[in-house]
């Protein structure tokens, strides 16, 4: 039980366009999703807090208009980079929390995202 | 604000031998703490968690954690490594979660392990 899909699972894109990443809470529903950052041989750092129906909470120094995160149900969040640079390219992960156990968070595979 | 310390970069085990991976967090309150294990093309898989009672927690795989206040740490151990156990582990700590929030996690830097036939 608790998996977590993501969708894609790398993507290439150009300069200045946007990518959307899916995010799945498959057997569970999730009211809290979170999306991670995580550069090569790194950690994770937190992105942003996404809660069903709200707002998403952004960490600071995290811009809330390049990355739109939208949590439409208890089961998807997405991510959209937009007008992507190649700075942007990174490995970008989520986590969701079940909504009967919210102290615990159950990780997606992740996305590795390459702009060229 | 919250940190962890993962003080080993990298860690060379023999398979069969025993491993200990260190952490370190600073927290204000009492550490939600946990351990997460990331393979190679795969997302990061929940090890084991301590919230509150028993100091020793048992996880998944065979491995375990112990829980030091007075040393603000929660060190990761393994009797006997398999080869299968090669991956990044990572420290993560938290606090109780907020309604609307969740529980926001901290990651310590990961330890990548690597095993020796």
């Known amino acids: 039980g608790a998996v977590v899909s993501q969708h894609p699972s790398w993507v290439i894109c150009k300069s200045g366009t946007s990518v959307k990443i899916e995010c799945r809470s498959l057997?569970?529903?999730?009211?809290?999703m979170f999306w991670y950052r995580q550069f090569p041989k790194q950690s994770l750092m937190l992105m942003a807090t996404?809660?069903?129906?709200?707002?998403?909470?952004?960490e600071q120094g995290v811009e809330k208009d390049k990355f739109l995160i939208n949590h439409a149900s208890l089961t998807l969040s997405t991510l959209t980079v937009t007008s992507a640079h190649p700075e942007d390219s990174s490995f970008y992960i989520c986590?969701?929390?079940?909504?009967?156990?919210?102290?615990?968070?159950?990780f997606g595979p992740g996305t590795r995202l390459t702009v060229l | 604000a919250q940190s962890v310390t993962q003080p080993d970069i990298h860690i060379t085990v023999s398979e069969g031998a025993s491993l200990e991976l260190r952490c370190n967090y600073s927290?204000?309150?009492?550490?939600?703490l946990f351990w997460y294990v990331q393979s190679p093309g795969q997302g990061l898989q929940l090890l084991l968690k301590?919230?509150?009672?028993?100091?020793l927690v048992q996880g998944i795989k065979g491995f375990e954690a112990e829980f030091k206040r007075s040393q603000s740490s929660f060190n990761l151990r393994k009797p006997s490594v398999h080869w299968s156990d090669a991956a990044e582990y990572f420290c993560?700590?938290?606090?109780?979660?907020?309604?609307?929030?969740?529980?926001?996690?901290?990651f310590g830097g990961g330890t990548r392990v690597l095993v020796k036939p």
């Open positions: 301590y919230f509150s009672g028993d100091t």
């Open positions: 996404s809660n069903e129906g709200s707002k998403a909470t952004y």
């Open positions: 993560a700590v938290g606090g109780p979660p907020i309604k609307a929030a969740g529980n926001k996690l901290t």
């Open positions: 057997d569970f529903q999730a009211t809290t």
């Open positions: 927290y204000g309150a009492t550490p939600y």
């Open positions: 986590s969701a929390s079940p909504s009967g156990s919210t102290d615990t968070q159950y």
